[in-house]
């Protein structure tokens, strides 16, 4: 199925990669920039006991900015020495006094509690750099329960904040005070409040307090002071953590902020189409080169509408509409995945601080009657909205994601590697959860937008974050395929060529999960993206993860771009053996719905219809003058077709006025405004047109019926008139095909002329009126017809002067 030449151009490529993920090894930086503690600090332990968790702590090297933008940050040192020592009158038990530093930087200590109690001290310094020595406290003799709970907003929390205090010798330390203090709470209209601020410990020697919720979501920090028994404090504090969730609220925010963030992403489309979509017929017109061409113009046009499945539902629009053929389609479906992640790179950097003066500025802007200005307005104020969303979005994800029972929930579907292989059930979770989103909202860039959030958030790692990203490409592909059910079979085939192009670049991508690079482990695709992104993904405290998944969403598209697009004419044959044809034509329809998104080329469509309908109705007219009044031909049969004729006529008048009707009601350019009233009233014309054809049956039936004929004079006479009206009509029609707009002025000009004959006609058919030989059913029906071909005159006229508006618009164009 696929040709040598295909498979040759892919193995041409693949050194490429192989050089590109060659220049991206791993550099040991010299100089060491800090060392960063990550965890197990102000831990707790009874005397003699462990403390539950390591000191964690990570040594970093001098910045390292990435290929595709992200500030530089510092990257991890690997087998880095680190001594551990507890300092004088602190009485902390080590295992032994010196570290090395893993793969990632990552030194763990594993310490233990001594029998004096208080806080303690650990001193860590690094080999070479004292410089850069840390302290670590820690607190023996202390036990503390009840941290890390949550409570719904407004309740009391279920268990109490418990501290134990113990002496040196393993037992209890009763009747000692404890201090409490609410020292952090979320934002909220009430207060939250302890029951006890001081607390003095039992025979155990455990004191408690309970908490209050007030009725926000976040975080709370209560500060714990136990008195030694000397009186002064024993620790200058331990910190417990608990939380507080509002759902309602956090639903209702968090969906606030996504419609607002979906709303700046259409307004900035709508903006952006505005100032450039009238271009868009133009890069219409390269379609049908190449495709590579084709790939170029999809990405173009999605980066204006900043969205795949709409882009592509223009595309079956244009295949159901005859504009494109099924291997144009394909080579644009492939760019638009492309364009689509455009918004993610937008999302993904830190301009939050100007959501609020584009607002402003984009508002100011709006208001400017000019259209490019207006446009332009509309963009920025869509860009910040766009931004507000997102920071509404991250803000109050960042608020619960510490909570214990989200990271359980988000634990479900993680694809961090265990034993260095990404789990192949959570893999499959992720992408099916982006999948199901994105049919949802209907669109891949919103459903991106809210992984970055995410990842953003900490929510969801750099592992998670591209398995979602693979399932929002493939269910962004829905929305084509709901478009094509009432469509032709070639725009099913593009839809369908949509699908399987998102699938095999998916299966594709989940191979490259599996491939570890090197000695670190790490999926080879995920170094790549790593290496060429400012920040370190995989850090014990991930750096620039936004950054990074944007990175790899436009990595992911651009690779599978490459990979496949020489692959366009055996997926398109793929299509067309899937979906057969089959006895019947193709039926194309020119006036598609979908078109009516890009109202310039649904213009175009209905001038394309009007055209069609003024040839027809002229070769109804010119048909019947010549078969029933030159020729004399009275056909029964041929009655029958002409009224056919004339009905399918009427429909397409009321076809392409209800179209223009469904137009009207989008954002139209002013120009767009004042044409689609023009387009009408040639559809009303061309549609007069037919009837006169029904109105000279009507004459050359009388004829029948008075048993007359016309007499020769008047035969030729009005055979004169009728082929200057008839190089009129050419000259129309011929403009409406898109020749210049001289060919609409000649046609007036022609026009002008059969008037002067038609009154000259008349003089002289009053004159003849004197004559006592004059046949008066005759001269009726002369004077009948004359009127006739006057109105036929007129209405061709009336197009004329309008094609020549449209021509002036380059509607005419083919």
Request: aromatic share 8%.
């Amino acid at each position: 199925m696929f040709g040598w030449k295909a498979v040759r151009r892919l193995l041409m490529l693949l050194p490429v990669f192989g050089l590109l993920a060659a220049g991206c090894s791993e550099e040991q930086p010299v100089r060491l920039s800090e060392v960063r503690v990550l965890d197990g600090a102000d831990q707790y332990a009874l005397p003699g006991k462990a403390f539950a968790e390591p000191v964690v702590v990570e040594l970093l090297g001098r910045p390292e900015a990435g290929l595709l933008g992200g500030s530089g940050s510092e990257r991890p040192l690997a087998g880095r020495r680190l001594l551990a020592v507890a300092e004088q009158d602190s009485d902390l038990v080590l295992e032994r006094g010196e570290f090395e530093s893993d793969a990632g930087g990552i030194v763990r200590i594993p310490v233990q509690a001594g029998r004096k109690t208080g806080d303690q001290y650990l001193k860590l310094i690094p080999v070479g750099d004292e410089r850069r020595s840390v302290t670590v406290r820690l607190t023996s003799g202390i036990a503390v329960s009840g941290e890390r709970q949550e409570g719904a907003a407004g309740t009391t929390l279920p268990d109490p904040i418990c501290i134990r205090v113990m002496k040196p010798d393993g037992t209890p330390a009763a009747g000692r005070r404890v201090f409490f203090e609410l020292a952090e709470q979320p934002a909220a209209k009430s207060e939250a409040a302890l029951s006890d601020r001081v607390a003095f410990t039992d025979d155990t020697g455990v004191a408690q307090t309970f908490l209050k919720l007030n009725d926000g979501t976040g975080r709370y920090r209560v500060d714990v002071k136990p008195e030694g028994a000397d009186g002064q404090l024993l620790s200058r504090g331990i910190s417990v953590e608990v939380m507080g969730l509002n759902f309602w609220t956090l639903m209702l925010n968090a969906f606030a902020g996504l419609a607002i963030f979906v709303w700046g992403m259409q307004m900035m489309s709508d903006g952006l189409q505005k100032v450039a979509g009238e271009r868009m017929k133009g890069i219409l017109r390269f379609f049908s080169q190449n495709r590579f061409v084709a790939l170029l113009a999809g990405a173009g046009v999605t980066a204006v509408i900043q969205s795949s499945s709409a882009s592509t539902v223009m595309v079956i629009g244009f295949i159901n509409a005859g504009l494109l053929n099924l291997a144009q389609a394909v080579g644009i479906i492939i760019g638009t995945n492309i364009g689509t992640t455009i918004t993610a790179q937008i999302v993904s950097f830190d301009v939050s601080v100007l959501a609020m003066p584009a607002i402003i500025i984009g508002l100011l802007l709006y208001f400017v009657t000019w259209k490019g200005i207006r446009g332009f307005g509309e963009t920025v104020l869509g860009f910040g909205f766009l931004f507000f969303g997102m920071v509404i979005m991250s803000d109050e994800l960042t608020g619960i994601g510490s909570f214990p029972s989200v990271e359980r929930l988000f634990s479900h579907f993680d694809c961090t590697p265990a034993d260095g292989v990404m789990p192949f059930g959570a893999v499959m979770g992720a992408l099916a959860i982006g999948l199901i989103v994105t049919m949802i909202i209907q669109s891949s860039s919103a459903s991106t937008g809210i992984v970055i959030a995410l990842g953003a958030s900490g929510l969801v790692n750099f592992y998670t974050a591209i398995p979602l990203i693979l399932g929002a490409n493939i269910g962004t592909t829905v929305t084509a395929q709901l478009a094509a059910i009432t469509a032709n079979r070639v725009a099913k085939q593009a839809a369908l060529a949509h699908t399987l192009f998102n699938v095999f670049g998916t299966i594709l991508m989940l191979v490259f999960f599996y491939v570890p690079w090197g000695r670190s482990g790490i999926p080879v695709f995920y170094y790549i993206v790593d290496a060429m992104t400012g920040g370190d993904a995989f850090a014990a405290i991930p750096q620039n993860v936004p950054r990074h998944i944007a990175n790899a969403h436009t990595l992911f598209n651009v690779f599978t771009a490459i990979i496949l697009l020489p692959f366009v004419p055996q997926l398109a044959r793929l299509c067309e053996k899937i979906i057969p044809a089959g006895r019947r034509k193709v039926k194309y329809v020119s006036l598609d719905p979908h078109l009516l998104e890009n109202p310039a080329i649904a213009l175009q469509q209905s001038v394309l219809q009007l055209r069609t309908m003024v040839r027809n109705s002229w070769q109804l007219l010119d048909r019947t003058m010549h078969d029933d009044i030159f020729d004399g031909r009275i056909d029964n049969a041929k009655r029958e077709e002409w009224s056919r004729r004339e009905a399918r006529i009427d429909r397409m008048q009321s076809e392409i006025t209800g179209y223009l009707v469904q137009l009207m009601q989008r954002q139209l350019s002013p120009e767009e405004s004042r044409l689609v009233p023009v387009v009408t009233h040639c559809t009303n014309d061309a549609e007069r047109l037919a009837d006169y054809a029904e109105n000279i049956i009507t004459q050359s039936e009388r004829l029948l019926e008075f048993k007359q004929k016309l007499t020769k004079k008047s035969e030729k006479d009005l055979r004169t008139l009728f082929n200057r009206i008839s190089d009129m009509a050419a000259e129309v029609i011929e403009a409406l095909d898109g020749a210049s707009a001289a060919r609409a002025q000649t046609a007036r000009k022609l026009g002008g002329e059969a008037r002067k004959l038609a009154d000259k006609l008349e003089n002289n058919h009053l004159e003849t009126l004197r004559k006592e030989d004059y046949n008066a059913p005759n001269g009726v029906i002369f004077m009948s017809l004359l009127g006739i071909l006057r109105q036929v005159t007129e209405r061709l006229d009336n197009i004329a002067v309008r094609t020549g508006m449209l021509v002036d618009y380059d509607l005419t164009k083919k």
